[in-house]
């Protein structure tokens, strides 16, 4: 069911090679133009920003430091097409034009930098603990054991981070048409619904597609070399170098910058437009409101337990083709929105499908891997012996789901069902290509008075939106609290 939509798509695209009907659309060069520069700037931009910062948090000690890394994940929480409409009200209020790709490049580092953070956070904190304090008996500052041991060491988890980025900017649609830059995951939806040209949506659904495998095959390999280098090296925590003064301020300041910009740009915006938070109001909201969360509900439930058979089945089963299996159906996070509404309305359409369904079964391809990431880690931490010692006992595998792995699952389970949910309410290419005639969810009616540059009417669907983001990234504060605090104990 996951792998359905995109074989159909490529299918599509083959028959379309045989016929010469093959097509890019009249705009389809300068579209890949503007998605590999923004790729490529938003990677140079965003990595730059992910990685100092995770070098700071992790491996530098200053007032603050606690509370800045957990406001790093703030990003997670505002979806980038608010942040670049909130810059377009606000730059015209002040005369500044906000527009084009050095604008786009901004937007879209501060919205996925946390990625890199992340990733390059882990790698800092467990990796080369021998080495940085070889390098603090010798008197190396924190600048030279960052630039000669850290920064080698954590590059292929800086390449991964980068990768998801990428994946992130490929499947964008509302930022890049805020800010009018021609991208491939608008090409494809301007194609297909207002061109007539389906053949021209298939042709740059497939680039994108191609583009999207060529990140998911280098984060893969990235992550793979950033766990082998890490069994290389000595483990444990490494050392925290404490900085004072002048030192300390900076590193306050370039770790509080980007989560400032990138929540307090919205905020900015919303506490400016206070006055017209009751005059906003319609009733319209509520029943926007109710789509979204009820949209949000059932893929929580639905992805949740494909996630939750799919990793079952995997630890109980060894075979190789089921790895491979539950591997690819988790590659639906990487297929940007626009590519996979694209290829559901092209299987929906004469099967008759209706589009709520279609939605939901995208919703459920594209975030399976949200909500079976979790479940896999905490699985991998559980013993075989386990498994055993219960079977041992007499009971059948439904009793050892039911008595054992459930309740110890239950955490996971119930976060990366909140991720699923919340990324559900923000996403906007796949809803807003699939979703019935006149069936609007708050991120579409965010989108469209933006677009109609009527901010001031989408502030109570933003700000819900935010509400929620900001519930999802509370989730993941209690397991990145635990890995600060490991680092200070020990210092």
Not at 123 to 148: K, M, Y
Not at 175 to 192: D, E, F, K, T
Not at 200 to 209: C, N, P
Not at 379 to 385: A, D, F, I, T, V
Request: contains cysteine; glycine residues 12%; hydrophobic residues 50%.
């Amino acid at each position: 069911m996951a792998l359905l939509p995109v074989l159909g798509l490529v299918g599509e695209g083959l028959q379309g090679l045989r016929n010469g009907n093959a097509s890019l659309g009249s705009d389809g060069v300068s579209q890949l133009r503007g998605t590999l520069v923004l790729l490529v700037g938003t990677g140079l931009a965003g990595g730059l920003l992910g990685t100092v910062n995770g070098w700071l948090l992790a491996n530098c000690r200053f007032p603050g430091r606690h509370w800045l890394r957990i406001a790093q994940l703030l990003p997670l929480a505002s979806p980038s097409y608010l942040l670049a409409a909130t810059l377009v009200d606000l730059g015209s209020l002040h005369g500044l034009r906000i527009h084009g790709l050095s604008w786009g490049v901004a937007v879209m580092a501060l919205s996925t930098y946390p990625y890199v953070f992340l990733l390059s956070t882990e790698s800092f904190t467990i990796c080369g603990r021998r080495q940085l304090e070889a390098c603090r008996c010798l008197g190396v500052g924190p600048w030279n054991s960052f630039r000669r041991i850290a920064l080698p060491l954590a590059l292929p988890a800086i390449g991964a981070g980068i990768a998801l980025m990428g994946m992130e900017v490929v499947n964008d649609y509302g930022a890049v048409q805020l800010l009018g830059i021609p991208s491939l995951s608008a090409g494809i939806l301007q194609a297909w619904q207002m061109d007539g040209n389906p053949a021209g949506a298939v042709g740059l659904a497939l680039i994108t597609l191609c583009i999207v495998m060529l990140l998911v095959f280098g984060e893969r390999r990235l992550r793979r070399r950033s766990r082998r280098w890490a069994e290389g090296v000595a483990g444990g925590e490494s050392p925290a170098w404490p900085l004072e003064g002048l030192r300390a301020v900076l590193a306050q300041v370039l770790g509080g910058i980007p989560p400032l910009l990138s929540l307090g740009i919205p905020l900015v915006w919303a506490c400016h437009n206070l006055g017209q938070l009751a005059a906003g109001w319609q009733p319209e909201l509520l029943l926007l409101t109710a789509r979204s969360l009820s949209l949000g509900l059932a893929a929580a439930v639905l992805t949740g337990l494909a996630a939750l058979l799919l990793a079952i089945a995997k630890r109980w089963s060894r075979s190789r083709w089921l790895g491979s299996v539950t591997f690819l159906a988790g590659m639906g996070y990487a297929i940007p929105g626009a590519v996979l509404a694209l290829a559901l309305l092209l299987l929906g359409g004469p099967w008759q499908l209706s589009p709520i369904l279609l939605l939901l079964w995208g919703y459920s391809d594209r975030f399976l891997a949200v909500g079976k990431g979790g479940l896999d880690a905490a699985l991998e931490r559980l013993s075989p012996n386990l498994d055993e010692a219960a079977t041992g006992l007499g009971l059948r595998w439904p009793a050892v789901l039911r008595r054992v792995h459930l309740p110890l699952l239950r955490g996971p389970l119930l976060v990366g069902s909140l991720l699923v949910f919340v990324d559900t309410v923000k996403e906007l290419p796949l809803t807003l290509a699939v979703r019935p005639f006149d069936f609007d969810t708050l991120s579409i009616r965010v989108f469209q008075y933006a677009s109609d540059e009527r901010l001031a009417a989408a502030l109570w669907p933003a700000l819900m939106i935010l509400t929620l983001g900001l519930l999802a990234a509370t989730a993941l504060i209690p397991k990145l609290s635990r890995e600060t605090d490991q680092p200070s104990s020990s210092g």
